[in-house]
């Protein structure tokens, strides 16, 4: 088991572009979430998806936010455009049916200049 | 809406000492209680949940209580070791209807050698 796979790593780029972060999660889980981490707020819960239906968006900061998950093996998290205070990092995580614990990535380092 | 207050922001102990982080939620309908770590530059990782139909779990020097009249669950670690050094959150989860996990605002543990 490979474990939830993020990518990438890390990411800087220039106010007012456009960035996308990846995420594969584990095989067979079915709900799949996407974090925000700053040392400010916490982990912030942005979206989270079951299988492979956006079921609570009510985290997204605002419309320059957008995730998707097209399949059961990849969902990707959009920003557009990027701002110096979405600077953060961002974790996925996925899980088996309610009431199991989430598996997290490493996380992707977002820095907007 | 639903929250999750954790104590303390910071813990330092000496070796060999135990240490208790305890956290509160808000939202009575939770009824699965995880705990993460999270060490430098990587994502959380699960070390001990407890589910509602119990008061107590102990996984070697790692235990969790949990009051559901009081909502508030605890963590301690015993006879700690400086590898312990990390972060720490708890979260909150219902097992039905929405489904989200609402993690506390982590505690930073330091183990003094």
């Known amino acids: 088991d490979a474990g939830v796979i993020q990518s990438p790593r890390h990411e800087v780029t220039e106010m007012g572009q456009e960035v996308t972060l990846r995420c594969k999660p584990i095989?067979?889980?079915?709900?799949l979430f996407w974090y925000r981490q700053t040392m400010m707020r916490g982990l912030e819960l942005l979206i989270y998806?079951?299988?492979?239906?956006?079921?609570?968006d009510s985290g997204m900061p605002e419309d320059r936010f957008s995730a998707k998950m097209p399949n059961a093996s990849f969902s990707t998290l959009k920003i557009q455009p990027s701002e110096p205070r979405d600077s953060a990092v961002y974790f996925c995580?996925?899980?088996?049916?309610?009431?199991?614990?989430?598996?997290f990535g490493n996380g992707t380092r977002l820095t907007v200049t | 809406g639903e929250n999750v207050e954790q104590h303390p922001s910071t813990l330092s102990v000496q070796e060999g000492d135990s240490a208790v982080i305890k956290c509160t939620y808000s939202?009575?309908?939770?009824?699965?209680f995880p705990w993460y770590k999270q060490e430098l530059g990587k994502g959380p990782q699960l070390i001990i949940d407890?589910?509602?139909?119990?008061g107590e779990k102990k996984d070697q020097r790692i235990a969790v209580t949990l009051n559901k009249t009081a909502k508030h669950f605890s963590l301690h670690i015993t006879e700690t070791q400086p590898e312990d050094s990390a972060v720490y959150f708890c979260?909150?989860?219902?097992?039905?209807?929405?489904?989200?996990?609402?993690f506390g605002t982590g505690t930073r543990l330091k183990v003094l050698a």
């Open positions: 407890i589910r509602s139909n119990v």
């Open positions: 998806f079951n299988n492979n239906v956006p079921i609570d």
């Open positions: 995580a996925s899980s088996p049916p309610r009431g199991s614990p989430l598996h």
């Open positions: 939202d009575s309908a939770s009824n699965y």
């Open positions: 979260a909150a989860s219902r097992t039905s209807g929405t489904y989200k996990y609402i």
């Open positions: 095989s067979g889980h079915n709900s």
